[in-house]
């Protein structure tokens, strides 16, 4: 029997996100900007003009749900459309009691990452979701180890990828990242920003 064309073609369907939601990302980070475009739904960014400032007595995951939330609250409830849930989302980087926020120069970030040197520590991201009716926040942890660090390694990672945006100055992502971390416990994406399979699962019950 001779057969013709391509005989899968006339079932192929149009593929559909199966989370048909309309997002604003509340956002400056590029990392979180790349892990909203990996989840393949609608977004349109925004960035919020706050002072990340937070309570002295606060712990570390509760700064990053008070910054979460001070995030959202510079958007007013009323301009969101019906259709649209905000996003906004805090990363802090904690050594036991210590809180390592994004570092002010050079020397603050060489400071972090030499604390941070052989050490187990945590990663919280807190995530806001915000709709015209109502507001969510929720966080996730992940527990990380670097090797011992050397001067040379945290020098070279310093000048090469300057990051001053990052909470611990340092990116997962990045060199570091593959040459220092010796094990993670929970979500990758979370040290990176953003919490995405449970930002999914959030997403679906909002």
Request: aromatic share 10%; glycine share 6%; with cysteine.
């Amino acid at each position: 029997m001779l057969i013709t064309g391509n005989p899968t073609q006339s079932f192929i369907m149009p593929a559909t996100n199966p989370l048909q939601k309309k997002i604003i990302l509340a956002s400056a980070s590029p990392r979180r900007l790349t892990l909203i475009k990996e989840l393949g739904i609608d977004y349109t960014i925004v960035h919020p003009k706050i002072n990340e400032i937070f309570p002295a007595d606060l712990s570390g995951k509760d700064i990053a749900k008070h910054l979460a939330k001070l995030k959202a609250d510079y958007f007013e409830a009323e301009k969101i459309r019906d259709d649209q849930i905000l996003i906004t989302a805090d990363t802090v980087v904690c050594l036991g009691n210590m809180v390592l926020n994004k570092p002010k120069d050079y020397e603050d970030a060489r400071q972090m990452l030499e604390t941070l040197s052989g050490h187990w520590h945590e990663v919280i991201t807190a995530v806001c979701l915000k709709s015209k009716h109502k507001e969510k926040i929720f966080s996730s942890s992940t527990k990380v180890l670097f090797k011992k660090l050397t001067t040379t390694e945290i020098d070279y990672y310093i000048h090469t990828y300057q990051p001053f945006d990052k909470a611990g100055a340092y990116g997962i992502q990045e060199w570091i990242g593959f040459v220092g971390i010796k094990k993670i416990s929970g979500s990758f994406y979370n040290v990176m920003g953003l919490p995405v399979q449970k930002l999914y699962e959030e997403l679906q019950k909002f």
